[in-house]
C-alpha cells in the first residue's frame, strides 16, 4: 500500500463542529474539550472547522492553531479509519519495538506519521502507551495489543482490516 495525504479541498460540513460546540455551550474554556470532540467526529481537525471555531468561541484563529499544535493527540492532517499506535517507550524500546514498528511499516508500506492509500490505517509511534508490563505493546483505535510478536500484528491488522469487509 502506497502512503498518502488524504487531505482534500472538498468543502467541510460544520454541522458536526456546530453541534460540539453548542454542547458546551460554546464556552470558549471548553476548547481542548471541543477541540477532542471535534477531532473524534471528523477524525482529525480540518483547518475550515479550526477557523470555524474560531469564529464561533470569538477567539482568534492563531490561537486555536496554537492549542491544535500544541497536544500531540491532536491531528490536522486526516487519519486512517484506524489509527495504529506503535509504543517505543523503554520497555518497548527494550522489548524490541523498533523491529516491530519495522514489521508494521513494512507490512503496511507506510512510515509512521503516514495513512496507507486505501485510507484504512495511520501509524504513529508514541513515547509511551503506559502499559510496560504488556511490553512490546501497540494500540489499535484504544484496544491495547500486547507482548506483540510478527504474529500478533499480522492477526491485528487482521481483525481491523475485516471490520471493513462488505459483510463485516
Same mark, same amino acid.
Given at each position: 500500500?502506497?502512503?498518502?495525504?488524504?487531505?482534500?479541498?472538498?468543502?467541510?460540513?460544520?454541522?458536526?463542529?456546530?453541534?460540539?460546540?453548542?454542547?458546551?455551550?460554546?464556552?470558549?474554556?471548553?476548547?481542548?474539550?471541543?477541540?477532542?470532540?471535534?477531532?473524534?467526529?471528523?477524525?482529525?481537525?480540518?483547518?475550515?472547522?479550526?477557523?470555524?471555531?474560531?469564529?464561533?468561541?470569538?477567539?482568534?484563529?492563531?490561537?486555536?492553531?496554537?492549542?491544535?499544535?500544541?497536544?500531540?493527540?491532536?491531528?490536522?492532517?486526516?487519519?486512517?479509519?484506524?489509527?495504529?499506535?506503535?509504543?517505543? *517507550?523503554?520497555?518497548?524500546?527494550?522489548?524490541?519495538?523498533?523491529?516491530?514498528?519495522?514489521?508494521?511499516?513494512?507490512?503496511?508500506?507506510?512510515?509512521? *506519521?503516514?495513512?496507507?492509500?486505501? *485510507?484504512?490505517?495511520?501509524?504513529?509511534?508514541?513515547?509511551? #502507551? *503506559?502499559?510496560?508490563? #504488556?511490553?512490546?505493546?501497540?494500540?489499535?483505535?484504544?484496544?491495547?495489543?500486547?507482548? #506483540?510478536?510478527?504474529?500478533?500484528?499480522?492477526?491485528?491488522?487482521?481483525?481491523?482490516?475485516?471490520?471493513?469487509?462488505?459483510?463485516?
Amino acid at each position: 500500500m502506497a502512503p498518502t495525504n488524504l487531505q482534500t479541498q472538498a468543502p467541510v460540513d460544520l454541522a458536526a463542529a456546530d453541534a460540539v460546540i453548542d454542547s458546551y455551550q460554546a464556552d470558549k474554556s471548553w476548547l481542548v474539550m471541543i477541540l477532542q470532540d471535534i477531532q473524534e467526529a471528523y477524525n482529525y481537525l480540518p483547518q475550515p472547522v479550526l477557523e470555524h471555531v474560531a469564529v464561533r468561541l470569538a477567539l482568534t484563529p492563531s490561537h486555536v492553531y496554537r492549542v491544535a499544535t500544541f497536544y500531540a493527540s491532536f491531528s490536522l492532517t486526516r487519519r486512517g479509519r484506524h489509527l495504529i499506535l506503535i509504543c517505543d *517507550g523503554t520497555a518497548c524500546h527494550l522489548r524490541g519495538a523498533e523491529n516491530l514498528q519495522e514489521e508494521l511499516t513494512r507490512r503496511l508500506g507506510v512510515a509512521p *506519521g503516514q495513512t496507507t492509500a486505501d *485510507g484504512l490505517f495511520t501509524l504513529e509511534t508514541v513515547a509511551c #502507551l *503506559g502499559a510496560c508490563a #504488556l511490553a512490546p505493546v501497540m494500540m489499535i483505535d484504544g484496544t491495547y495489543f500486547g507482548k #506483540l510478536t510478527s504474529e500478533k500484528i499480522v492477526a491485528a491488522l487482521e481483525r481491523f482490516a475485516a471490520k471493513e469487509a462488505p459483510d463485516a
